[in-house]
């Protein structure tokens, strides 16, 4: 059975699908990694916005630790 996307999905389907058509003949990088970054820095903005800045709130609805929260505000550079 075929599952049908949400939008996300879709969206990081065709960005992956288009990173491997754009390599002309290049290795492919850490996928994962890059794929994780491009998402979880948007995440977590929007979810600080959506909270008002507080990170307890944001860390809640993000499911992970507000340390955890913390330092990935510090990786990202989130204002």
């Known amino acids: ?24 003949g290049e290795k492919p990088g850490t996928i994962y990694d890059m794929v994780l970054a491009c998402v979880e820095k948007p995440l977590i903005e929007t979810v600080l916005y959506h909270t008002e800045g507080n990170q307890t709130r944001a860390s809640e609805l993000l499911g992970i630790n507000r340390n955890t929260l913390r330092k990935k505000i510090q990786i990202y550079k989130i204002k």
């Open 1 to 24: 059975m075929v599952q049908k996307d949400n939008e996300l999905a879709a969206c990081v389907r065709k960005a992956v699908h288009d990173y491997f058509s754009h390599l002309d």
